[in-house]
């Protein structure tokens, strides 16, 4: 819990300070006269004065976003020896420049968190799957557990290294997202007997993108051992006689592949709402051992499923993923990108309804992969403050009003017509823009609540 607040608050705390600090170095530099530097809003908590201009650098008690207030004459009257120092009185393009600068700063500061995390180097699983789901595009592919991904292709032709797991997940996202088949190239855990398949997601499009996706495609959990792990007190499985360490090598006289095989046949040995009894063939230092083992049943999405409450499988072989100083840029620099438009596109799928308003998320869902990634390490942490501030940028630029977006759409219709829009149709916009952002926001915070409560 403490790492979670604590991930939070210094996620939101530096993201918020360098989009703000966006707008206030541009607008310095533009000569514009910044009165305040606020993080957060409401009750001030700290107060600090610098610079001839007597800037208020303040630390308020709702560390929900932040704002740069500059001198302006539409918000008070301003003297006449400064008016050439009021935001208003600038030209288009400074405007434009100063307000640009906020997101602007936080898609910089996602290439070189990016390029940290890569110049740190990331302990990520390796491209090694666990058995694919019976009737999945990785099963009709000929992917089996244990199978090792090495490189994708999108026309057979250039090929790219896949790093880890991670990585494999991404491309094959990206690839449902533009509507195309991959081909892969695989080999065994050792490296021996590559061979080239081709992934067939044509049943799948951009709608379909969430959480489940790569689960239902086929790419769950990575391979781990059919080994059990922490047998919980009055389980079935402590029932059964098994305990931790016990590697399983058969179930009803069939081999088990790995530990993904084996929590798929425990899920399924469900008849007429009641467990089934299994037979399992279980190895224990050095000896075979055969145990009765009959699930409890429990209802989940899915429907009715076995559980026996036990841990299986344990850690996935892994691997780190490092890049030296130039190519951990170019690697930031292009992983930036990527994210960024996958995020557009994202946003505009859902729009249009070909992707699922379960993918936007809030302060919780952040709240928590922030405590998480923060127990991780740095790297995973610096990837994941990287992943919220590309986000941060992307959402401040769409042409909303009351983001910074909104703000440059006006710019755009002045720029084009050669008159500002008027006040009238400005508050209009701001009402309008204002009921969006609370919807979104509403949005966001349900389905960070339904996450919570293993809804979605």
């Known amino acids: 819990m403490i790492a979670t607040v604590l991930g939070f608050v210094l996620t939101l705390g530096v993201l918020i300070v360098v989009h703000e600090y ?3 170095r541009v607008a310095v530099a533009c000569g514009v006269k910044v009165q305040r530097f606020s993080v ?5 908590l700290l107060r600090r004065v610098r610079g001839a201009d007597r800037t208020e650098f303040v630390l308020c008690a709702l560390p929900l976003g932040g704002y740069v207030k500059m001198l302006d004459e539409r918000e008070e009257p301003v003297a006449p020896h400064e008016l050439h120092r009021a935001f208003n009185r600038q030209t288009l393009p400074r405007r434009a420049a100063i307000v640009a600068a906020g997101p602007i700063a936080n898609l910089l500061l996602a290439v070189l968190l990016y390029a940290g995390a890569h110049w740190i180097g990331i302990e990520e699983p390796k491209a090694v799957l666990g058995s694919p789901p019976a009737g999945s595009a990785a099963e009709a592919a000929g992917l089996r557990g244990g199978d090792w991904v090495r490189a994708v292709s999108r026309d057979g032709l250039a090929w790219d290294e896949v790093d880890s797991m991670t990585d494999l997940r991404w491309q094959i996202t990206q690839a449902v997202l533009a509507g195309r088949s991959i081909e892969l190239e695989v080999s065994d855990r050792e490296g021996h007997g590559a061979r080239s398949l081709h992934l067939d997601l044509g049943a799948y499009s951009a709608r379909d993108v969430d959480t489940r996706l790569l689960a239902q495609i086929g790419f769950g959990a990575p391979f781990s051992e059919a080994r059990i792990g922490e047998v919980r007190a009055g ?20 081999p088990v592949d790995d530990a993904t095989a084996l929590v798929q046949r425990v899920r399924g040995a469900v008849n007429q709402g009641e467990g089934v009894a ?14 009765n083992v009959v699930p409890r049943v429990v209802i989940d999405a899915s429907g009715a499923v076995g559980r026996i409450d036990t841990v299986v499988g344990g850690m996935p072989d892994t691997v780190v993923v490092r890049h030296g100083a130039i190519d951990g840029l170019v690697q930031g620099a292009s ?28 302060p919780l869902t952040i709240a928590d992969y922030a405590g998480q990634s923060v127990q991780r390490g740095p790297a995973v942490y610096l990837a994941f403050l990287a992943l919220v501030s590309v986000s941060l940028g992307v959402l401040n630029l769409l042409p909303l009003p009351m983001l910074d977006g909104g703000h440059l759409m006006y710019y755009i219709f002045e720029a084009v017509t050669g008159r500002p829009v008027s006040e009238l149709w400005l508050a209009r916009l701001q009402r309008g823009g204002i009921a969006v952002l609370l919807m979104m926001m509403s949005l966001a915070l349900f389905n960070d609540v339904a996450r919570l409560l293993g809804l979605h």
Do not use: C, I
């Open 278 to 291: 299994m037979r399992w063939r279980v190895e224990r230092t050095g000896r075979e051992l055969e145990l």
């Open 235 to 254: 389980s079935p499985g402590a029932a059964a006689g098994l305990q931790p360490g016990d590697r399983v090598l058969a179930v009803d006289g069939r």
């Open 22 to 24: 966006g707008h206030y």
């Open 40 to 44: 957060g809003f409401g009750r001030v």
């Open 335 to 362: 992983r930036t990108w990527e994210v960024s438009a996958l995020t557009v596109r994202m946003l505009g799928n859902m729009l249009v309804g070909e992707a699922s308003l379960k993918n936007l998320s809030g």
